[in-house]
């Protein structure tokens, strides 16, 4: 029984989209958006002992962003590096579940098991009540912009 084979000529990129620029652009939106993640831990420090406030910001307003910006990022018309580089680069960068979670073991062994328990579910509600706010937000605002194109059509004398 033969495989079949790809000739020397065939190379990846003539079947998938070309991965270097994807690759940048999730580079350049990583390295921003762990820029701001440590602007924050400077501006609000974990200090030795109690909730992560930093972190937990971080985690909630980067689920707002993703939740906020999910229209945006998945439509046809958007540039195809658009996703990569908002969701995957930069927010990606800037959210830290790998910190969240040192943290609440580090809380726990600490013997603040109760702020360990509270970290890790507040965290994860506020996480996805914040997605969903974003996702409202965000439907919010492309209805009131349909709207206001609709109404201003209307003053115009175009068709309903």
Known sequence: METAQL???AAPE??????????????????IGAAGRYGVDVLLPAGE???PLGTFLVNVVGC????ALA????????HPLLRPFVA????GGFTTFSTYTVEAV???????????????????VAALVAVEAGLVLSRWSAHRRLRTAWLENRRRGGAP
């Open 71 to 78: 229209g945006v990022l998945c439509q046809p018309a958007a």
């Open 88 to 91: 995957v680069g930069l927010l």
């Open 49 to 51: 002992r109690g909730f």
């Open 7 to 9: 000739s020397r000529d």
């Open 64 to 67: 707002l962003l993703i939740g």
């Open 106 to 124: 580090t809380l726990a062994l600490r013997g603040e098991t109760a702020t360990a328990l509270g970290y890790l579910l507040a965290t994860v």
């Open 14 to 31: 003539a079947v998938q989209p070309a991965k270097w620029p994807v690759l940048t652009v999730i580079a350049i939106g990583a390295a």
